[in-house]
Antibody, heavy 123, light 107 residues
């Protein structure tokens, strides 16, 4: 069974940093692109970042570019999101999601999602 | 970036009704659009990929179609568990973009 479990959320002050993790199981992690998506309280979904299976390419939303870094450790079946210079606008539930891998190297639909980790940025 | 305009933002319907949700892409995205269902407090669930491909295990009451850059999700014979929020996502190119969401409420 495919499972994605986010961790590392919490309360952080503006300007602070936080690192989210996503532990996966039930599939060959090293062969799939992975993604982070967030949802601010009461708002819609926002794509945040993607990383290819081999970590050769990373992609970011303009809203987080230069502040967030996506990475992965295929040996540990884990995805990460390092978030720096956090602002109140980054307050959201952060989901990790698997790219279906419809076409290797290209984006695809998100076929599995975690339950999310809440990040609250507040003084 | 490709903009996805989703409408309506909310709708009211009764159990047994059929409803239609639309997403319009600001440019050509072939058929690379998915529809997702989100229940409160849960991660989204993929319903339809590639505009019209129903995912395994998803009720056949859900269907997707495309006309150019207009994409439609139709839910026929609404059931109580269908009264949640739906999103489209274009996965044609980066940055990936979601529609604003449609909340389906009980009339």
């Amino acid at each position: 069974e495919v499972e994605l479990v986010e961790s590392g959320g919490g309360l952080v002050k503006p300007g602070g940093s936080l690192r989210l993790s996503c532990a996966v199981s039930g599939f060959s992690f090293s062969t799939y692109n992975m993604n982070w998506v967030r949802q601010a309280p009461g708002k819609g979904l926002e794509w945040v970042s993607s990383v290819t299976a081999s970590s050769s390419h990373t992609f970011y939303a303009d809203s987080v570019k230069g502040r967030f870094t996506i990475s992965r450790d295929n040996a540990k079946n884990s995805l990460y999101l390092q978030m720096n210079s956090l602002t109140v606008e980054d307050t959201a539930v952060y989901y990790c999601a698997r790219d279906s891998g419809r076409v290797p190297g290209l984006p695809g639909h998100f076929d599995y999602w975690g339950q999310g980790a809440l990040v609250t940025v507040s003084s | 970036a490709i903009q996805m305009t989703q409408s309506p933002s909310s709708l009211s319907a009764s159990v047994g009704d059929s409803v239609t949700i639309t997403c319009r892409a600001s440019q050509h995205i072939t058929n690379q659009l998915g529809w997702y269902q989100q229940r409160p407090g849960r991660g989204p669930k993929l319903l339809i990929s590639d505009a019209s491909f129903l995912q395994s295990g998803v009720s056949s009451r859900f269907s997707g179609s495309q006309s150019g850059t207009d994409f439609t999700l139709t839910i026929s014979s609404l059931q109580p568990e269908d009264f949640v929020t739906y999103y489209c996502l274009q996965d044609y190119n980066y940055p990936l973009t979601f529609g604003g969401g449609t909340k389906v409420e009980i009339k």
